[in-house]
């Protein structure tokens, strides 16, 4: 009986132990961890294509001037970051002019150097085929390019625009150009490995 109740004593001992370890095993969610959402802070560079906004193929292009307009090519300009603010929501910043993507109250977008969350905000729709569509937060506005070559922004009779998020990266600065290899010696000259040099660069000591 001695030896049964010192063991019973040892293992009681152990319980205590037993129970924080399993408490700190145990396995806690993370945080918006669905793959449906954006985390708050999340950063991408995003060129934004659109194919339904104008008579041709467009990219949402952010000018310096503060005019938002679309290009049938990729260009510095067109180049946007897209943070996420909170789940579902973002903010459109050009890379190049440093402008946020903003709406008014007619719908028509202006970029901004100041952000103005009922503004600047807008709301990202994830579509099955790829294709995101973008609505203003505050006003419920789709984002839409102007028409081709028209000035007319009634966005009544249209349905919000898609846009295809495609990655971009600003271009590498070119790096200066390298030291060129050394020529290789000529065999058949008198100074195959240069040692003396053109005429004009000779010591005095190797003038007659």
Known sequence: MGWD????EHLGLWVPVLAVLLGACQAHPIPDSSPLLQF?????QRYLYTDDAQETEAHLEIRADGTVVGTARQSPESLLELKALKPGVIQILGVKTSRFLCQGPE?????????????????ELLLEDGY??????ALGFPLRLPPHRSSNWDLAPRGPARFLP????????????GILAPEPPDVGSSDPLSMVGPLHGRSPSYTS
């Open 5 to 8: 109740k010192a063991k019973f």
């Open 40 to 44: 708050g802070g999340q950063v991408r």
């Open 107 to 123: 719908g028509r977008l202006y970029g901004s150097l100041h952000f103005d969350p009922q503004a600047c905000s807008f709301r």
């Open 132 to 137: 995101n569509v973008y609505l203003s937060e």
């Open 166 to 177: 495609l990655p971009g990266f600003l271009p590498a600065p070119l790096e200066p150009p």
